[in-house]
Structure formats: structure tokens, C-alpha cells
């Protein structure tokens, strides 16, 4: 499967972006989709993981409340929503995806910027 994540962008503290993650390839309904990020000069971080069927979708114990994931296998597309973005959310925002939920995410996007000015 291949992944094109975009979306990104300059938004003011407090507002919402949705970052979008379009997949190519067979079966997209077969796998976990997940988000990570990697705020500048730290580490990438997961955020979000939804399963194949769109259901249990889960999000980092910080983030939730803000964040949310959805899919629509029609479309071959998982959603981040973001809202009430906070400049602590900078980063570069990835998708990925796996086949088992093992943690392994062997495929990726190329990465959305987002920046959150305060």
C-alpha cells in the first residue's frame, strides 16, 4: 500500500485542521491505519490508530479530547481531526499502516507539516 498524507498547514492556537491520508493499492480495508508525529528536534511520537473496519478507534491518552481518527474505505482516506491546536502540536504528521496491529507499521506516508503559531 502506498500513503500520501496531506493537509498540513499554519494554523493559530486554537483552531482545527483535518489531515487526510489517502492510500493506493489493494484492500485498504485490510489494514490498521495509524498517525505519528515528530515535533521538531524530538522523536517521532504515535498518536492515533484506527482498525481496518473503522471501528475501536483510539487516540493518545494526552490527546484525546482534541484529536480524533476516522476512515472511509470507499474512499481509500483516514482523517486526523484536530481541534483546539495548542504550538506544543507542531510537527510533521505522518500515516502508516499494518496488516496485524503489532506495532510495526511497515509502510508509510511522506509526512504533513502542521504549525501552530500561539
Known amino acids: 500500500v502506498q500513503l500520501q498524507a496531506s493537509g498540513g498547514g499554519l494554523v493559530q492556537a486554537g483552531g482545527s485542521l483535518r489531515l487526510s491520508c489517502a492510500a493506493s493499492?489493494?484492500?485498504?480495508?485490510?489494514?490498521?491505519m495509524g498517525w505519528f508525529r515528530q515535533p521538531p528536534g524530538k522523536e517521532r511520537e504515535f498518536v492515533s490508530r484506527?482498525?481496518?473496519?473503522?471501528?475501536?478507534?483510539y487516540v493518545t491518552d494526552s490527546l484525546k479530547g482534541r484529536f480524533n481518527i476516522s476512515r472511509d474505505n470507499v474512499k481509500n482516506t483516514v482523517y486526523l481531526q484536530m481541534n483546539k491546536l495548542k504550538p506544543e502540536d507542531t510537527a510533521v504528521y505522518y500515516c502508516?499502516?499494518?496488516?496485524?496491529?503489532?506495532?510495526?507499521?511497515?509502510?508509510w506516508g511522506q509526512g504533513t507539516l502542521v504549525t501552530v503559531s500561539s
Open positions: 493499492g489493494r484492500a485498504f480495508s485490510n489494514y490498521f
Open positions: 484506527i482498525s481496518g473496519s473503522g471501528d475501536n478507534p
Open positions: 502508516a499502516a499494518e496488516l496485524s496491529l503489532v506495532g510495526s507499521w511497515p509502510y
